[in-house]
């Protein structure tokens, strides 16, 4: 038989016990640690060697040695961890494993930029809805989407009631309107083009994404009608209808069109966009892009384009710090849709979007679209995602 005291101390003692026992049931605390890399985060003014661990899906600690165990770790060692990258200007949603591609080379979220207009638009929102990572689409102003012949050549095709039916129907999924204004696309409808989509957002309070440059109006004039929130996506195209004047001066227009809160987008593409004596003189008049994009389609995974970790890779040889480009795919690209709000960081609790990038040094080349090439010494290699804390499978 125990006395009184006895007792007292065998409960304690199990006690104790239990709680070790609890603990060694529990198993690890973290579902994943990604140890080691450099970990360069804008949102945070961080960059430095950090393990980072995830819970339930979500960022659990950046720290600088995470001791407690995990279900899985990942050696990031000699890598750079990054929030997630959104693209916000791709055709992601033009074919079905459109998103599963961008995934792999490290886009946790993105915006199918008027691919489709109303007519077709069930199209890319059923990939969008079947997309892993976090995604929305904007309804081309002309309502049969891309045309070879030109979108709004005709202008009855920008049809607003078209668009506002394929947006109040949609309003999960489409996130703005699109209109490409080019004289190949709209020819002299540009402007005409650009107040029906304005006529379309603004009910819905939502943006539009101008596809700028070759326009048959001048710049200012299409400036004008942007709105706080919209967006210039093609910011480097070279003229007719240039950002930047003869003498190297950004037009006053898009000056002030920055200061009143609309977004300049690099949309990187294949035909027609960037030009490297255009990016060179706007970067040296100190005009910087809010975002990078890619304007992703199959087509631009092997010309130009390649993958997003490469189309940031050209701006390290324009003046720019690591920590600068990753902030136009990451935190910067989370303010301009709501969508992405609670993306683009390594904040405790944030969701675990994550890219592991390799910066390789060698002799890399970049081109621009047309045939101009530019060597740097510094390359973004997508090498692994990890999508709501799960690694997803790398690039093929
Ligand atoms: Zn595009």
Partial sequence: MLNRRQFVCAAAGSAVFARAADVLAAGPNYDLVIKGGRVIDPSLRLD?????????????????????????????????????????????????????????????????????????????IAIVKSAPQPARVLVNIGREGILPGGDTMDIKRADVGAAR???????????GVKARLSRDVAGANDYEVLRRAQEVTTSFNLPVM??????MSPLPKIMDLLKPGDIVTHMFAPPPNSIIDETGNILPEVLAAR????????????TGHLRWDIVER?????????TFSTDWTPEARTNQVFDFPNVMSKFLDFGMTLDQVIARATLNASRVFDVFHDRGTLNVGAPADIAVLELRQGSFEFLDNFEGKRTGRQR????????GGKPVPPRA
Avoid: Y
Avoid at 210 to 215: S, V
Avoid at 284 to 289: C, I, N, Q
């Fill in 165 to 175: 039916d394929a947006i109040a129907k949609n309003r999960d999924v489409v996130a």
């Fill in 48 to 124: 430095a060697v950090r393990d980072v661990a995830i819970a339930g899906g979500r960022i659990a600690a950046v720290e600088a040695d995470i001791a407690a165990g995990a279900a899985q770790t990942i050696d990031a060692r000699g890598k750079l961890v990054v929030p997630g990258l959104i693209d916000i200007h791709t055709h992601a949603a033009r074919v079905k494993d459109g998103p599963t591609l961008c995934l792999a080379d490290g886009v946790t979220g993105f915006i199918d930029a008027g691919s489709q207009g109303a007519d077709r638009i069930q199209e890319p």
């Fill in 282 to 290: 706007v970067m040296k008049a100190g005009f910087w892009p809010d």
């Fill in 259 to 270: 200061r009143r809160g609309v977004w300049f987008d690099l949309g990187n593409g294949r």
């Fill in 380 to 387: 973004l290699f997508p090498i692994r995602t990890i999508l």
């Fill in 210 to 215: 101008i596809h700028m440059g070759q326009t």
